[in-house]
C-alpha cells in the first residue's frame, strides 16, 4: 500500500474481481451449446434457460444484496459473493454426473446470486472510489479485465467440453443402441467436472484475499462523497427519474449485450456452421468489446463525455444491427461481433449517469440497476422464442429484439439522463 494510492490499489483488488467474474459469466456462450448437446435438449429456447436462470437471479437477488452490503459493507459483501459462486459451481459437479439439466440451471442461479452481490458491491465502489467525470473510464478498465477473461473462457474451456464437438455430436445422433448413445452423453457431460472444481477453488482462494485484504471502504451514505449536489428532499430512490430511466436502459443494454455474446454462435449454428467453428464465436464479441473499452480509457473524459460516448456506441449500435439483417453468413457474424465494439462503453456510461447525484440512496440505486441484468434472461430468450415458436426468421426474430433497445439506449443518452437533475449537475456531465 505504500507504494500504490487508496484509488488505484482499489482499481487493482477490484479488476482482479472483474476478471474473475467475467470468466464466469462468459461461459454461457459455452454451455448453451454444451448443455443442448450433453442434456438432449430439444430447442434453442430450452437451451436459452441457461441465461435465464443465470440472470434472473441478480433481479431476485439485487435488493437483498443492497440491504446485506449494509450490513458487511463493501469487502465483506464481496467475499461473500465469492463465496456463493463457488457453491454455485460446486453444484456443476452432480449435475454433470446426473446429467440433470435443472441441476445445471440451479447451480447457474446460485453463481448469479453470488454475482449479484458482487455487482451490487463492486460497480458502484468503482465509480465512488475517484471522482464521478471519469467513472467510465475506470469501469472501462474493469470492463478490459472482464471481457479479457470472457475472451479466454470460451477458448479455455470450451476447447475442453466442447472438444472435436462436431464430431461427437455426430456420433450421438448416429447412435442406434440407447446404451452407446448414454455412455457417449455421460462422458460430454463428465468433460465439464475439472474446469467448476478448478473455478470452485480459485474463487474460495479469492474470497479468503479479499477478506484478508486492505481494500479501503467507502462511506456511500455521505452524500458529498458520492455526488456534486446534496439529495436532500428526496425521501425515495424512485424520485430520480434519471435512475428509474437508466434501470430500463441497462435492462435494454444487458440483453443486447448477451445477444451479441451468447446468441453468436446459436444464431451461426442455425444458419449452418459447425459447432467446432460457433463454440469461439463469443471470443470475436468479446475482443469487439475489449477494442471498445481501450478507446474508452483513452477518450473519457478528456476527449468526450460519457455521455457522448453512450450516444455514439447507440449509433453504432443500430448501425450493426441494421447490417446483420440485410446480411447472410459470415458477415452477419461479423456485424453481431462488431455489437461488441457498440456495447462495450455502454456500461461505462449508463451506471455512472445513473447513479450520479443520489447521495445516500447510492447502494439500493445500484441495486436497482443490478436488477436491470435480467434483461440478459428475458430478451435472449425472446429471440428464441420468436423464431422456434412464432416461426418468425432467424435474422428477423434476432432484428426486432435488439433494434429498439439501441433505439431506447440513444434516447437516454441524449435526454433521458438528464431528466430530473438540476441545471448544474447537467453542465458537469454534458
Known amino acids: 500500500m505504500k507504494t500504490m494510492n487508496r484509488t488505484t490499489y482499489a482499481v487493482v483488488i477490484i479488476g482482479i474481481l472483474f476478471f474473475i467474474f467475467g470468466f464466469v459469466t462468459w461461459l454461457n456462450g459455452t454451455l448453451i451449446p454444451f448443455l443442448k448437446l450433453a442434456c438432449q435438449l430439444k430447442s434453442d429456447t430450452q437451451a436459452f434457460f441457461v441465461t435465464f436462470s443465470f440472470y434472473m437471479a441478480y433481479f431476485f437477488l439485487a435488493i437483498p444484496s443492497s440491504y446485506v452490503l449494509k450490513k458487511t459493507g463493501y469487502k465483506n459483501g464481496m467475499a461473500l459473493g465469492l463465496f456463493v459462486m463457488a457453491i454455485g459451481?460446486?453444484?456443476?459437479?452432480?449435475?454433470?454426473?446426473?446429467?440433470?439439466?435443472p441441476l445445471f440451471l440451479?447451480?447457474?442461479?446460485?453463481?448469479?446470486?453470488?454475482?449479484?452481490?458482487?455487482?451490487?458491491?463492486?460497480?458502484p465502489y468503482i465509480s465512488i472510489i475517484g471522482p464521478i467525470e471519469s467513472a467510465a473510464k475506470r469501469i472501462s478498465i474493469m470492463g478490459i479485465c472482464n471481457k479479457t477473461a470472457g475472451m479466454l473462457s470460451p477458448i479455455i474451456v470450451g476447447g475442453l467440453v466442447l472438444k472435436n464437438a462436431s464430431s461427437i455430436e455426430e456420433k450421438i445422433i448416429a447412435a442406434t443402441d440407447s446404451g452407446q448413445k448414454e455412455m457417449l452423453l455421460n462422458e460430454l457431460a463428465h468433460r465439464v467436472i475439472m474446469p467448476y472444481v478448478i473455478i470452485t477453488i480459485i474463487l474460495v482462494i479469492m474470497a479468503i484475499m479479499i477478506k484478508k485484504s486492505s481494500l479501503p471502504e467507502i462511506a456511500s451514505d455521505d452524500k458529498e462523497a458520492v455526488s456534486y449536489t446534496p439529495s436532500t428532499g428526496k425521501t425515495s430512490v424512485f424520485q430520480y427519474p434519471h435512475l428509474v430511466l437508466g434501470v430500463i436502459c441497462l435492462f435494454l443494454?444487458?440483453?443486447?449485450?448477451?445477444?451479441?455474446g451468447d446468441a453468436i454462435g446459436t444464431y451461426g449454428k442455425h444458419i449452418g456452421m459447425p459447432l467446432d467453428q460457433t463454440k469461439y464465436f463469443t471470443a470475436f464479441t468479446l475482443f469487439a468489446m475489449l477494442a471498445g473499452y481501450i478507446i474508452g480509457i483513452f477518450t473519457i473524459p478528456k476527449f468526450i463525455s460519457q455521455q457522448r460516448a453512450l450516444a455514439i456506441s447507440a449509433i453504432?449500435?443500430?448501425?450493426?444491427?441494421?447490417?446483420?439483417?440485410?446480411?447472410?453468413?459470415?458477415?452477419?457474424?461479423?456485424?453481431?461481433?462488431?455489437?461488441?465494439?457498440?456495447?462495450?462503453?455502454?456500461?461505462?456510461?449508463?451506471?455512472?449517469?445513473?447513479?450520479?447525484?443520489?447521495?445516500?440512496?447510492?447502494?439500493?440505486?445500484?441495486?436497482?440497476?443490478?436488477?436491470?441484468?435480467?434483461?440478459?434472461?428475458?430478451?435472449?430468450?425472446?429471440?428464441?422464442?420468436?423464431?422456434?415458436?412464432?416461426?418468425?426468421?432467424?435474422?428477423?426474430?434476432?432484428?426486432?429484439?435488439?433494434?429498439?433497445?439501441?433505439?431506447y439506449i440513444f434516447f437516454y443518452a441524449v435526454k433521458g439522463f438528464k431528466v430530473g437533475k438540476p441545471f448544474a449537475l447537467k453542465a458537469v456531465l454534458t
Open 89 to 101: 459451481s460446486v453444484i456443476f459437479i452432480p449435475a454433470a454426473n446426473a446429467r440433470s439439466f
Open 106 to 123: 440451479t447451480g447457474l442461479f446460485v453463481q448469479g446470486m453470488g454475482l449479484a452481490l458482487l455487482q451490487t458491491a463492486s460497480n
Open 253 to 260: 443494454y444487458v440483453g443486447v449485450e448477451v445477444m451479441a
Open 316 to 407: 453504432l449500435g443500430l448501425i450493426f444491427t441494421i447490417g446483420v439483417f440485410v446480411s447472410t453468413g459470415y458477415i452477419a457474424i461479423t456485424f453481431i461481433a462488431l455489437l461488441g465494439l457498440a456495447n462495450a462503453l455502454m456500461w461505462p456510461a449508463i451506471f455512472p449517469l445513473a447513479i450520479d447525484g443520489l447521495g445516500k440512496f447510492t447502494k439500493i440505486a445500484s441495486a436497482l440497476l443490478i436488477m436491470g441484468i435480467a434483461g440478459g434472461a428475458i430478451i435472449p430468450l425472446l429471440y428464441t422464442s420468436l423464431r422456434d415458436i412464432m416461426h418468425l426468421s432467424n435474422s428477423f426474430s434476432f432484428f426486432i429484439c435488439i433494434l429498439p433497445c439501441y433505439a
